[in-house]
């Protein structure tokens, strides 16, 4: 019996070490385009309604296809909304002047410039190849700001393609055709360490792998860069263009911390290895009460 105690206290222990708290980082605001901009939930303590979607230039439709990503895993505190499940995405047509746009408050929000540290991702499903236009993921540029900022999109070429904009000066970052096949889910993430570097550094991740890292040869600020905040943020388009997405949308994340792939919405966890100790303990505990002496 003796024996039996210590297996048993030997697995609390470990139950007790397997199921620490892991920290994440606060969700700035998660967007599920569940339809034509529904589904925008926001952490009220860093802008909250500043983040809602409207459509501009005319409706979108609603998809019945979804990534099946789990909404807002990390339970940040103070969150507005509680998503639960993934009803579809968001439809978008090519060449139309169309684009979600946030509700352009700019006094609230996380900045995407200066010294800040942040991770923008979610999925994206092409219907179309390469066409006449580019296809916008996200940007902050158009022309108001003489096209400064940041773009995430799929260019002529069929190139998945990252653009800072500065005055003066235009750097990418590109993932290369692997990324655009049409009718496919692909998951990217863009990551921001404004404390990187002499000037920050941005990364890009497709499917949870690195693809690459843009190091600014000039720093972001708001006289560099028009995107001091997430008021100039757009969805699936761009005013005064048509750089449309040919696509669909879906399970978009705004987080104030640069995550790791562990921590992206498709991140599929593997057994720890406190887990599978665990496990290992409670069949040799099972294997000893199955073999030890009845009393009679």
């Known amino acids: 019996m003796k024996q039996t105690r210590v297996v048993k206290f030997g697995i609390v222990s470990v139950a ?34 500043a983040y809602n979607l409207v459509a501009v230039g005319g409706p979108f439709s609603q998809s019945g296809l979804s990534a099946g990503a789990v909404p807002n895993p990390d339970a940040t ?28 408050d700019g006094s609230a929000g996380l900045t995407l410039a200066g010294s800040s540290r942040w991770t923008m991702e979610g999925w994206y499903n092409l219907y179309a190849g390469t066409g006449p236009t580019i296809d916008m993921l996200w940007t902050t540029r158009d022309s108001s700001s003489s096209f400064v900022g940041l773009s995430l999109h799929v260019n002529v070429a069929g190139e998945l393609e990252f653009v800072v904009q500065q005055t003066g000066l235009s750097t990418n970052l590109l993932s290369g055709a692997g990324f655009t096949t049409t009718g496919l889910w692909h998951h990217v993430a863009m990551t921001f360490d404004g404390t990187a570097g002499a000037n920050g550094l941005f990364e890009m991740f497709m499917n949870g792998s690195s693809v690459g ?19 100039q943020l757009r969805f699936a388009g761009r005013a ?44 040799a505990w099972r294997r000893g009460r199955r073999n030890a002496p009845r009393v009679e």
């Open 16 to 49: 007790i070490w397997a199921s620490g708290v892991v920290a994440h980082a606060d969700t700035v605001a998660y967007w599920q385009f569940d339809g034509d901009g529904g589904g925008t939930y926001s952490n009220a303590s860093v802008g909250a309604g």
């Open 77 to 104: 505190v103070g969150f507005v909304g509680s998503p639960s499940a993934n009803a579809g995405s968001l439809f978008s047509v090519s060449n139309q002047a169309r684009y979600m746009a946030t509700s352009g």
């Open 213 to 231: 890292t843009l190091a600014l040869p000039v720093a972001m600020n708001r006289v560099t860069i028009d995107t001091g905040d997430v008021a």
């Open 240 to 283: 005064a263009s048509t750089n449309s997405l040919a696509g669909r949308l879906d399970e978009w994340r705004l987080s104030d911390a640069v995550l790791a792939p562990d921590q992206f919405l498709n991140y599929v966890p593997e057994p720890s290895t406190a887990a599978l100790i665990l496990c290992g303990l409670a069949m």
